[in-house]
C-alpha cells in the first residue's frame, strides 16, 4: 500500500506564495508520475501541473510562469511552488501519483490540502 500526504496549504493575500509538499510512504518500487490536481467549491477537479517520470513536465495555462513543480526522488517527494497566487487559486489542491509497488502499478491521491487566497 502507498500513502500520499499533502502538506503546505494555508490562508495567503493575493499576490503571495505558498509552497506545497507530497511525500509518498509504502511499498514503492518506483514512481512514474506525480502531480498536483485542484478541485474549487462547484467546479470539476483539474490538473494543475504534473511531471513524467524526468523529462516531461506539463502546467495548467491559468498557472504558467507562476507555479513549479518539482520532485526529490530520493524522498519520493514532489512540491507545488505557487508565486503570484490569485483569488481564483483557491481550492483544494490533491497530490497525484503513478506508483509501482512489488504488485502494480496504481494510481493514488492524497487526502488534499486547502489553499486560500485572499483579494
Known amino acids: 500500500q502507498v500513502q500520499l500526504v499533502e502538506s503546505g496549504g494555508g490562508l495567503v493575500q493575493a499576490g503571495g506564495s505558498l509552497r506545497l509538499s507530497c511525500v509518498a510512504s509504502?511499498?514503492?518500487?518506483?514512481?512514474?508520475?506525480m502531480g498536483w490536481y485542484r478541485q474549487a467549491p462547484g467546479k470539476q477537479r483539474e490538473l494543475v501541473a504534473e511531471?513524467?517520470?524526468?523529462?516531461?513536465?506539463n502546467y495548467a495555462d491559468s498557472v504558467k510562469g507562476r507555479f513549479t513543480i518539482s520532485r526529490d526522488n530520493a524522498k519520493n517527494t514532489a512540491y507545488l511552488q505557487m508565486n503570484s497566487l490569485k483569488p481564483e487559486d483557491t481550492a483544494v489542491y490533491y497530490c497525484?501519483?503513478?506508483?509501482?509497488?512489488?504488485?502494480?502499478?496504481?494510481?493514488?491521491w492524497g487526502q488534499g490540502t486547502q489553499v486560500t487566497v485572499s483579494s
Open positions: 509504502g511499498s514503492i518500487v518506483s514512481i512514474n508520475r
Open positions: 511531471m513524467i517520470v524526468r523529462s516531461s513536465i
Open positions: 497525484n501519483a503513478v506508483v509501482l509497488t512489488d504488485r502494480a502499478l496504481r494510481n493514488y
